[in-house]
């Protein structure tokens, strides 16, 4: 292949233009309550790369996801280099002084520069890990793959006009890489490998009543550890993992659906609408009905 696609092409540095063999790239830039309330994308991108590609930057406040496809690039990254092989992905603070170059030719990833919501606290969550390279299995690397090729489509032409769907794409990378994280510390910690348990059985059973006991158990953990391990791999107790999972999806059947109040609080855990209103305006600073006419007025 020895062509580009450029759905922005006057943002990508010369250089990177004539050390790759295929680009694509998209573009945005989103402002006020939209960047505070969702993980919005700046940049989303597949280079297949000449053996020459070359990137050492810092760049000001986002993360970065990039997923090799094929082919073999490294990472220089926090003192430490680390080879990029297909199915290997990286999470890093952008802000940081990073560096990353092919080693064979043709070395194809996908990759996507974020911000927004809480960026900055999974960045952190990241940093605790021995490397920032994740070395996924195939069904992973494929979800991964799968959710940076949707971003690129929702963006082609560099105009978004869904910024909660992306959003909520995002928030799955996260949650894959994070628990795949989890997972893997369990050759540092006894019980680690479990706790991801825990984190699927409050995704598959937020919309019912949920005790701290009930997680303990699908994770086979006592509930003290349970929650001790859970802040410690997560970092927010899984009380809050599980608030903030339900109004996530609360926020997509806000924008997505016609339903009521009532049906949406029935529907992912809330005791009643008025108690959902309540911790929804709390947490995000306007009401459910005030979020949905603001934010679905956007998209149209």
């Known amino acids: 292949m020895n062509s580009a696609v450029f759905d922005s092409s006057t943002l990508i540095p010369a250089a990177e233009q004539s050390s790759c063999r295929y680009l694509r790239r998209t573009h945005d830039i989103a402002l006020g309550r939209t960047s505070e309330l969702f993980y919005c994308m700046q940049y989303a991108g597949h280079y297949i790369c000449r053996q020459d590609f070359h990137i050492r930057r810092k760049l000001a406040g986002s993360a970065l996801i990039l997923l090799t496809v094929s082919g073999e690039g490294r990472l220089y990254y926090r003192g430490s280099t680390s080879s990029l092989t297909p ?6 603070d952008t802000r940081e002084l990073h560096e990353y170059h092919s080693v064979s030719e043709n070395w194809a990833f996908k990759y996507l520069h974020f ?5 900055e606290d999974y960045l952190a969550l990241a940093a605790n890990r021995e490397s920032a390279v994740f070395s996924l299995d195939p069904e992973e690397s ?8 949707r971003i690129l ?4 032409g560099n105009r978004i006009e869904d910024y909660p769907h992306i959003s909520g794409i995002i928030y799955s990378m996260l ?11 369990s050759c540092h910690a006894e019980g680690a490998n479990t706790i991801y348990n825990a984190a699927r059985y409050i995704r598959e059973n937020y919309r019912r009543f949920i005790r701290t006991e009930d997680i303990a158990k699908a994770a086979n953990l006592s509930r003290a ?7 410690r791999t997560f970092g927010i107790s899984p009380h809050e993992y599980l608030l903030r999972y339900r109004l996530s999806m609360a926020k997509t ?9 009532t049906e949406i609080a029935e529907q992912t855990g809330f005791r009643d609408a008025a108690s959902f209103s309540r911790i929804f305006r709390r947490e995000n600073g306007i009401s459910p009905t005030e979020y949905r006419e603001t934010y679905t007025a956007e998209e149209k």
């Open 253 to 261: 059947m806000l924008l997505h659906s016609a339903l009521s109040m």
């Open 115 to 119: 911000e927004g919501a809480m960026t």
């Open 87 to 92: 199915g290997t992905c990286i999470l890093i």
């Open 153 to 156: 489509n929702l963006s082609a």
């Open 175 to 185: 949650m894959l890489l994070l628990s795949h994280n989890a997972q893997n510390r």
């Open 225 to 231: 550890y349970m929650s001790e391990l859970f802040s």
């Open 142 to 149: 494929r979800s991964i793959e799968q959710a940076l090729v």
